[in-house]
């Protein structure tokens, strides 16, 4: 029997925790392990952990975000030597039968990994299952799926989030941990582009349903400038997604790349001056966050320190 290790990161989510590991302890396929990395919460989370027999509880003193949560704790599930990797946030409910499902997918050892299907308040975002296509601009790299298709298909994929993708212990030998310095934001997209480039397309299975409960709210145009930090990670990552292939890009793309990223952190900045309250912080967080994305700079401390929060 192929062994199954949870991998799962919580922050401040209790309840959701309880749910999420009351879900996977009834998957009709056992798992082996259950393994949680607790990102330095302050709700009561580590106590709780401390009192389950079954899960593997990994506590970490400071915020290491979603993508350094995701590292240490699949290393440490990956150390075990698992078979297989089953990856989610707290807020996840997998379906009883959804890991048995993934399993008996037909030669799912020619995929890179395996998905079920993402359901928020009872419908399937385009957000967390996609394809990637890159264009010589600051454009998003996934390409919404249509799902027009019968139950039990199965659809090879580019990317699938963090919310229930099954890795095999092959694709973790060939590409390695998430970047722990992306801190949030994006680190399952470029995981998803070197298991593209490496080893191949995800399977998604559309009858395996996982539930995902905080579902991203739609994005603001402007951000109270105390929570201003976290739009800090996704700026820089996105960025450095479109800029990492650079040595490989023609000269024409190498140009359109470079006015894309002019013209839209332009824009940005017009927007605060137009718009925006505390205009110098601002402005001087914007710039940094697009050069750092540029330059593949990854200090996970500078959002806080432009804005005076540390």
């Keep these: ?21 009351g879900s996977l302890r009834k998957q009709s396929y056992p798992l082996s392990s259950i393994i949680v990395f607790d990102n330095g919460s302050t709700d009561g989370t580590a106590d709780w952990l401390s009192e389950q027999t079954d899960v593997c509880t990994i506590i970490n003193k400071v915020n290491l975000g979603g993508a350094g949560g995701f590292h240490h704790a699949l290393k440490y599930g990956y150390e075990e030597k ?29 995929y890179a990994g395996l998905a079920p299907t993402v359901y928020e308040d009872g419908k399937v975002p385009v957000s967390h299952r996609a394809n990637l296509t890159y264009s010589p601009n600051l454009a998003t790299i996934q390409s919404p799926l249509e799902y027009g298709v019968s139950e039990e298909a199965i659809s090879e994929i580019d990317y699938a989030s963090f919310v229930g993708l099954l890795l095999p212990y092959r694709s973790v030998s060939a590409i390695g941990l998430p970047r722990p310095e992306f801190f949030i934001h994006y680190d399952d997209v470029e995981y998803s582009l070197r298991l593209k480039r490496k080893v191949g397309k995800i399977a998604l299975l559309h009858s395996a349903r996982i539930d995902h409960y905080q579902a991203a709210k739609p994005s ?11 739009r800090f990670y996704g700026i820089r990552n996105s960025v450095w997604l479109k800029r990492e292939p650079w040595s490989d890009l023609k000269p024409i793309h190498k140009a359109r790349l470079t006015g894309s ?17 505390h205009k110098v912080k601002r402005i001087k967080f914007y710039t940094a966050a697009y050069l750092d994305g540029w330059f593949g700079v990854f200090d996970n401390e500078k959002p806080r320190v432009i804005l005076g929060q540390k």
């Design 1 to 21: 029997m192929e062994t199954v290790a949870a991998v799962v990161v919580t922050f401040n989510r209790l309840t959701d925790l309880k749910r999420c590991i």
């Design 82 to 110: 698992s078979d297989w990797f089953w990856i989610m946030d707290d807020d996840c409910c997998p379906e009883e039968k959804c890991l048995e499902k993934l399993l008996a997918i037909p030669d799912k050892e020619k």
């Design 220 to 230: 603001v145009t402007t951000y109270p400038i105390d929570k201003l930090w976290i």
């Design 261 to 277: 990223f002019i013209k839209t952190l332009s824009a940005q900045l017009l927007n605060v001056i137009l718009h925006d309250d």
